[in-house]
Every structure is written in structure tokens, then in C-alpha cells.
């Protein structure tokens, strides 16, 4: 049984979305070139800045159009939403045929608008979850960059080219290394995610009850109220799984702004000036586009960024990169919502209480850490992430991605 209609979730997409900058043949193919070279330098910057190396050299990035991204994510919206699809398709009440044939249509054309309204904000992605490959093999995860809007933000900015899409590689480029250097970590979001998705209430009452409650979310977040659809819909079971959820991602993502803030003023000559520009950017837009940002989440995303980033920041000053990165150790020494409001309370749970801040801070290199590809820093063996003009990844369901800041995901 099909949930989604994804084909008509594509086709909706792509007719919806805006047209890219205009550019010339070649002024594509040299921002495609440079898009490639500097997401290789920006991994370089960042292995050693994290000390978190992983075995497999890293493929390179993928450089797609707005279109492209869309198919992109529909492709790991279908992987992300497959146990939800066979639950409802083996429930002992499926639903009639007829319901099930338009209501799969009515949910691909919302997915496709969703999608055409994202796809001309998110700078890059790191891409969770792909079909197998022909030969059956599951992906470890795709990192795509989106140059039409990479070169329209430097163009309304009015900012070094080719210091804005090094900034933006250095987030993106994170969250590949956190992926394919944390080796269970997007196993453990993706467990979480199905959890989330097995816990809805799938009964037809249940779920006219939450269509109505998205209705008056709608509503109130027109005129002028907080909320957004996703904290509408789900369920009292779902509250606590999306904290985890929402915990993992505001680290992954905080620990990505870190990085490219930390890394940048070494590399990126004018990252004082994109950062304001970006920021001042970021805070623009029609009320209509400040509206739907908050009814699809984006601007608890935003907060995530700061969040996530002030933790990361007061950890490494107290613990120094190697006692941070005992974070990675595994999903026990994840921190929870509270801890992330108060570092101290992690230090002390998963480090102890250091009488002084260790002295490996980040503008101390010396050493090196592999605290999720081997024995990590205290001997202890490992148990095992869209940017969007919102913020540097815009984070999807496919994926930690980038939105209009550095470059956001499963």
C-alpha cells in the first residue's frame, strides 16, 4: 500500500519551485568545479580541527540543482517512511482502496509543496538515507550542495564567492565527518526515527483529531502565535522519542556552526562580513516565509544552531576537544535536552569534575583523538547528521542538510 504518492510528490515539487540565478554555461561549471575542490579542502580543515577521523576516505560531494535536490530527498523521505508504509499496508483495518488512492495523492502533493518551498533555501545537505545501491547494498550517507542557491545568497550578500562556499563546505563537511567518523550514530537516529514514526496513532478518529489540531496550529501561527505542525500532530507517546531526537540533532547541528565559526577566521579571509550579512539575511523574508518557517519547524531550528553551538563551546573551554569528544563515545554519553541548557551537568556525568579547563583547547593540535572509529580517549571500545537561508544546514528527514546558512539532515 502507498501512503505517499512520491511520484507525484516529485512532479508537484518540481513545478513548484522557483528558478535558480541566471548564469552562463561556464560561470555554472566553474562554481560546480570550485564546489568540489573546496568541499575537500573544508573536510582537510575539519578532521583536523575535530580529531574524529573515520577509515573510508570520503566520497566527493554531489553538486545538484533545485530539482535535483527535491528527487534527492524524496528518495530518502521513502527510505525514511518504509516501516510506517508496511505497518499501515499490514494493519489488520487497512483502509478502503479509494481512501487509500486519494489520500495518498492529497499527502504527494503536500510533500512535493513542502519540498519546492525548502529547495530554494537549503545551501547543502548530508544525506542520511539512500536506497541500496543496484547491487543491494545499503549507502552511508551522500553529501549534496546546492549551487544555485549557494551562488544567488553570494549574490544578494554581495560576499567573496569563493569564501562563502568554503564556509558553507566547512559546516556540510562536519557533518559528514561526524557521520562516517561516529560510526552508530546514524544508526541510533534512525532507530529513533522509526520509533517516532511506529508510535503514531494510525485510527482514522485519532487522526482526524490531529488534522484538526494542525488546522487551528495553522491558524495561530498566522496570526502571529508560536507552534508548528509537528509538535500538532504527534503523539503524548512521541513526546519523549522526539526529545532524544531533537537532543541529538541540536548537538550534531550546534557542533557544526561551532566548527565553521572556530575553523573560519583562519581560512575564510571575509568570514566577519558573511556572517553578519547572513545573519541579518536570515532574519529577513516576507511575513509569509517567517510564517511557514514556523509551522514546518525551521525556526526551532535556528535555535537549535545557538543551543547546540553554545554547548559545544562551553565543553571544549572546560574539557579541551578530547574531553568533548568522549561525547561520540556512544549513545549513552549523548546529552539529554537538560544537559544541553547545562553543560556542566553532562561534564559531570560523563567526564567527572576536572579541577582546571584541559589545556588541548582547539588552538592546541598537538594531538590525536579517534574517539569513534577505535578506542576513544578514557579505553573505553565504542558501543554503538538541509542548510537553508534559516540556517547553515536545514535539516530534513532525509538528513542533516543546510538552510540558508551554512548550510541542516534521515
Sequence with gaps: MQVIDWDLAVTTGTRLVRSGPQVSREEAR???????????EAEGHVREFTRIHAEAAPQPATIVDRPGWIRANVEGFRVVLEPLTQRVGNGANPPPPIVAAVGSRITGVEVGAVLAFLASRVLGQYELFLPPDPTGREATGRLTLVAPNIVHAEREMNVNPH????WVCLHEETHRVQFTGVPWLREYIRSQMTEFLLASDLDLTTLLERLRSAADTVAEVVRGGDGNLIDAIQTPGQK????????VMTLVEGHGDYVMDAVGPSVVPSVADIRAKFAARRE???????????LLGIELKMKQYAEGSAFVRTVVGKVGMDGFNRVW????????SAEISDPDSWIRRVIGSPALPAADTPAD???????????????????GRNSTDDGPTGQGAAGSSAAEEPTDPA
Excluded: K, M, N, Y
Design 30 to 40: 566553474q562554481a560546480v568545479t570550485e564546489l568540489r575542490t573546496l568541499s575537500r
Design 163 to 166: 569564501d562563502f562556499r568554503l
Design 240 to 247: 519523549a522519542i522526539l526529545d532524544r531526537l531533537t537532543a
Design 284 to 294: 529577513g523574508g516576507s511575513r509569509l516565509d517567517r510564517t511557514v518557517r514556523r
Design 329 to 336: 563515545t556512544s549513545p549513552e554519553t549523548l546529552p539529554t
Design 365 to 383: 593540535q598537538s594531538s590525536t583523538v579517534e574517539s569513534s572509529t577505535g578506542e576513544g580517549p578514557t579505553g573505553q571500545d565504542p558501543t
